[in-house]
């Protein structure tokens, strides 16, 4: 994949918008979570806090040729009377989500780590990372 690391993540962002009852959160994935209630379940928000370069010999005309870390954060949401039972259905989303980005065909993408956590505010959020080897254009 040549482009953008803002390419690689509008590609994040649309195949998991395009499952059927996600959101993409509109804070940046620093401020993940400010979002109403209302809107968190199933919300997401897709950062790229890293790119290594592969290469010590770079040239303009070549693109940077680098592995990128793509972080997902995603909330579910845990009814206070079926807090076990709202954990145990958050895995089939989270798979689905997961499915949706390894299946990017414009890039190569690999899942690197999932981390889930039940929060006391009656939420399970997560961080699903990936990595992603692909060359940005250089202007």
């Given at each position: 994949?040549?482009?953008?690391?803002?390419?690689?993540?509008?590609?994040?962002?649309?195949?998991?918008?395009?499952?059927?009852?996600?959101?993409?959160?509109?804070?940046?994935?620093?401020?993940?979570?400010?979002?109403?209630?209302?809107?968190?379940?199933?919300?997401?928000?897709?950062?790229v806090?890293?790119?290594?370069?592969?290469?010590?010999?770079?040239?303009?005309?070549?693109?940077?040729?680098?592995d990128?870390?793509?972080?997902?954060?995603?909330?579910?949401?845990?009814?206070?009377?079926?807090?076990?039972?709202?954990?145990?259905?958050?895995?089939?989303?989270?798979?689905?989500?997961?499915?949706?980005?390894?299946?990017?065909?414009?890039?190569?993408?690999?899942?690197?780590?999932?981390?889930r956590?039940?929060?006391?505010?009656?939420?399970?959020?997560?961080?699903?990372?990936?990595?992603?080897?692909?060359?940005?254009?250089?202007?």
């Amino acid at each position: 994949m040549a482009g953008s690391v803002a390419t690689l993540r509008g590609l994040v962002i649309a195949a998991i918008d395009g499952l059927s009852g996600w959101t993409h959160s509109r804070w940046v994935p620093e401020l993940f979570g400010a979002d109403a209630n209302s809107l968190m379940h199933h919300a997401f928000a897709v950062a790229v806090p890293e790119s290594t370069a592969f290469e010590q010999r770079q040239r303009v005309a070549e693109g940077l040729y680098v592995d990128s870390v793509i972080e997902v954060r995603w909330a579910h949401r845990l009814r206070g009377d079926a807090q076990s039972t709202d954990y145990d259905g958050m895995l089939d989303p989270e798979s689905a989500m997961i499915a949706a980005v390894l299946g990017i065909t414009a890039a190569r993408i690999t899942n690197t780590s999932l981390t889930r956590a039940a929060v006391a505010e009656g939420w399970v959020v997560g961080t699903a990372r990936f990595r992603c080897a692909h060359r940005i254009a250089l202007p």
